[in-house]
C-alpha cells in the first residue's frame, strides 16, 4: 500500500514510468496494471492521462490526477499530492470519484483517513475488490473494476461494478464512467447534496467569486473553507440551460462546464449526464472553492419546492449510471456541447 510520501510523487512517477512503457508498448491508450501499488496508469500516446487508484489514504477508489492533452494538470493535489498554493479543505475530495453521503444513514462521502474515531461508526467506504479487465487499444483504452460499499457496521450494501472507457476527441481527453451498483439489501440513497460523481479541481479553475465559509454536510458536521480566494483563480461554470457561474449549484442540466485559464490558455471540464441515468437530468453540486459534482439522486436538498427522491434499489436489483468527462485545452461552445451531449446520449443504451 501506498504511504504519503510515495504518493506526494505521484505525479513525476506518472510521467516517467508512463513514458517507458509507452516507448516499449507503442502509441495509442496504454492501460497497465500495477496493481502491487494499488494503481492502474493510463497513458495516451505515451503521456500520462489519469490513474485508477486505491491507496489505504483514501476510503474509495479514485482517479487521480486528470491530467490534459498538452500534460496540464486539471484537479486539485491535496491530500494525494499536495501543491503549494492550495486549498487543504475537504481531505475527502481526491481527483474524481464515485459515491454519496447518506446510503441507509451512511456517509460514504465524507469519509476519510481524517475522520475522528467517534464518527467512523455512521461512514462508509467503498473497497476495491478485484480488476476485471484492462484493456489498450489504439483507439481507446478499457478498465473494468469491481468493489464494494461497506458501512460503518462492516455491512456491505452494494456491488459496484464499473467499467471506464478512455479515448480521444480531437485534442480533448475523455473518460466515460459507466457503473451498475446491485443491492445486496435494500439500499436507499437517502435525499442528500453530497453526491454521486465529483471532480476536485486545481485552484486556477476555482471561482474567483469565491468567499469561502462554513460548508455542513447531511451529519451536521461543518467544514470551514478559506475565505482567501486562490490567487490566478478563474474557473467558471455553464450548464445546459444557460446558468452560469454561482448561479449553476443546485440546477439541473444534460451537461456542465468548467472553462478556466492557466498560462494566458483556456481550460475546459465538462460532465455529461445520460437520459438512461436515474434522476435525469442531473442536479449539479458544483462550488466556486473546486467542488465539481454531479448528483442524479438528490433532489429536494437542491429544490425545497419538490419532495424528497429518497431513491431506492431493492434487494437484488441494480441501477446503472453513466457519465462523460471530457478535457479540453480550449474553449468550447454551447453548440458544441449539445452536439457532444447528444452523441453521447446515442451511447450505452
Known amino acids: 500500500m501506498w504511504s504519503r510520501l510515495a504518493l506526494s510523487g505521484l505525479l513525476g512517477l506518472m510521467a516517467s514510468g508512463a ?3 509507452a516507448a516499449q508498448t507503442g502509441k495509442g491508450v496504454q492501460v497497465t496494471m500495477e496493481e502491487a501499488q494499488h494503481r492502474v496508469d493510463i497513458t495516451i500516446d505515451g503521456a500520462p492521462f489519469t490513474s485508477y487508484i486505491w491507496p489505504d489514504t483514501l ?9 490534459a492533452a498538452d500534460g496540464t494538470v486539471l484537479t486539485r ?3 494525494l499530492a499536495p501543491r503549494p498554493g492550495e486549498r487543504t479543505d475537504h481531505p475527502h475530495h481526491a481527483g474524481m470519484w464515485f459515491n454519496y453521503g447518506n446510503v441507509n444513514g451512511f456517509d460514504f462521502w465524507n469519509n476519510s483517513d481524517a475522520i475522528p474515531p467517534e464518527r467512523r461508526p455512521k461512514m462508509g467506504s467503498v473497497f476495491q475488490k478485484k480488476i476485471l479487465f484492462a484493456k489498450s487499444g489504439a483507439e ?4 473494468g473494476v469491481e468493489s464494494e460499499w461497506v458501512t460503518g457496521a462492516g455491512q456491505p450494501i452494494l456491488d459496484d461494478t464499473t467499467r471506464l472507457v478512455f479515448s480521444t476527441l480531437g485534442d480533448a481527453r475523455v473518460i466515460d464512467r459507466i457503473t451498475t451498483l446491485r443491492a445486496l439489501d435494500p439500499a436507499v440513497f437517502n435525499d442528500d447534496k453530497e453526491g454521486l460523481l465529483g471532480i476536485r479541481v486545481a485552484r486556477w479553475l476555482e471561482s474567483p ?3 469561502g465559509g462554513t460548508f455542513t454536510d447531511a451529519s ?3 467544514t470551514q473553507v478559506s475565505t482567501t480566494g486562490s490567487a490566478g483563480a478563474s474557473g467558471v461554470y455553464l450548464t445546459s440551460e444557460g446558468k452560469s457561474g454561482d448561479a449553476a ?3 439541473r442540466g444534460q451537461w456542465c462546464t468548467l472553462t478556466g485559464t492557466n498560462g494566458g490558455k483556456t481550460y475546459v471540464i465538462a460532465i455529461l449526464d445520460h437520459p438512461e441515468n436515474p434522476g435525469y437530468p442531473t442536479y449539479w453540486h458544483a462550488r466556486g472553492y473546486g467542488l465539481f459534482a454531479a448528483n442524479p439522486v438528490g433532489r429536494h436538498i437542491f429544490d425545497p419546492a419538490a419532495p424528497a427522491l429518497n431513491f431506492t434499489i431493492d434487494k437484488g436489483q441494480s441501477a446503472t449510471f453513466r457519465y462523460r468527462v471530457i478535457l479540453y485545452t480550449h474553449s468550447v461552445t454551447a453548440e458544441e456541447m449539445n452536439r457532444e451531449a447528444d452523441r453521447f446520449s446515442a451511447e450505452y443504451r
Not at 140 to 143: A, F, I, K, P
Request: aromatic share 10%; hydrophobic share 30%.
Open 19 to 21: 513514458n517507458v512503457r
Open 59 to 67: 476510503t474509495k477508489p479514485v482517479l487521480f490526477p486528470l491530467i
Open 77 to 79: 493535489g491535496y491530500p
Open 140 to 143: 481507446q483504452g478499457e478498465l
Open 209 to 211: 467569486t469565491e468567499k
Open 220 to 222: 451536521g458536521k461543518a
Open 249 to 251: 449549484w443546485g440546477t
